[in-house]
């Protein structure tokens, strides 16, 4: 056990609701969700099947699933894996399938990625670069605890955000190094077993590297062990190497086999056939909320159907039953037709889901004055936000009834109970 549940923070009956799978999964109490898909056997033969029938199959298993979740966390114990091609094996078929004419998020591009001939919207073929991978010590305190979120950052994204906090990673593909899935497994592997109490996928955006990240998470539950030689690449992205982190595999492992709880770390602007396959994989989501339903996505971002999107993925969540949490960065001009609509959504439709609305927003991007790259097209959002602007956010968001406070001011509750 980490200290994890002895923060402060879980005191808060709302942070406790939202996020209990997720704790039983981090403290090992529970085995994490793609170790519960490794036991549902497939008749099917993944390699010959049209990818229809690979769907058809998905949507058998998924109830199957869902009702052994149930009875897992009701305290039943984890079957055994299944010896042949499991709902771990389909979701990987299912995503590779996609990668052939893709449609991981709505640009719905539709190019053989695997081919790489023609490049959609995030300028990616089939290889996924990683930035940097380490103990994120910044997350929310639920996710980074004591020992930091494993947080591995791919490169580049499907929208063009011009005040990205992360521009170096999200407008540069190239960015980073190349790592397929068993490299990408072998960072997953890692930073568990020095204590991170999560991996935390994020980007740019994540969903553009479906295929990559769920082949490496079938990987992980299938007895993965990385070579020595993988071991080496993975170091090469890894931003704290120089730190002392001790191994502890048992910290690792639910029954002796590696466990961890996956968290989806996303801009949410992605596909429901996305969303279909990382139901069964996912154990917390961390979705951003960032656009009002006007115009701003597009003038800001480039990025048509962000509403309509983001909201029906957010209904999706609550409707499973999901564990998660959502983040609004208040924006500088944009209380009124962003954070205000985007606060009155939740209440409305989810109004006990934790959220942090965020204050760290600072020009960066095409919107930093002092930056070469800056367009003065994005002059209205050229500062940090306002006391004022700020304030009025939290004020709606308490008017509302919203459970922001204790993500928001997180720093109150990182002490041990
Ligand atoms: S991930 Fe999205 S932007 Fe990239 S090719 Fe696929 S559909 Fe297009």
Redesign the pocket.
Known sequence: MSDLPRLRIWEDPAIRRALSWYVAVAENYRPAKFRIAATLPTPLDLASSGEDALWVELDRLTPLFLERWQAIRAGAPLPTPAPGPSLLELCRALSYRMLAH??????????D?AAGTK??????AAGSRVSAHFHHTGEELFYRGTQGSGTIFFTSC?MRCAFCQNGDISTDKDNGVEANPRVIAAMAWTLRREGCHNINWVGGEV??H?HAIVDAIALLGRDFTPKPAELARARQTKADRFSAFDERPAAAAYNGKFNVPMLWNSNFFV?PESMKILRVLIDAWLPDFKFGPGRCAMSLAKTPWYWETVTRNLALLAEWDEDFTIRHLVMPNHVDCCTFPVLEWIAGNMPAAPVNVMAQYHPDNFCDPASDKYRPQYAGIARPPLSAELAQSWHRARELGLAFETATFDGRYAISL
């Open positions: 893709c449609n991981f998020c709505p640009w719905d591009c539709r190019v990625r490049l959609g919207a995030c300028k990616l499907n969903v553009i479906l596909t």
